[in-house]
């Protein structure tokens, strides 16, 4: 019992890992400091523009 109960959390373990490392769940993650960079290169262009 002790045995199937160990197996049970293991499986449970993997699937979480699979279900963080699933591409749109990396890509989530990733999203706030995509909008960091992209905000800071549009506002570098725009003070190149008003120099």
Do not use: F
């Amino acid at each position: 019992m002790q045995r199937q109960i160990e197996e049970e959390k293991v499986k449970l373990a993997v699937q979480n890992t699979k279900n963080e490392l699933y591409p749109t769940n990396i890509l989530g993650g990733l999203a706030p400091l995509l909008q960091k960079v992209a905000i800071s290169l549009v506002a570098k262009k725009i003070l190149k523009k008003l120099d």
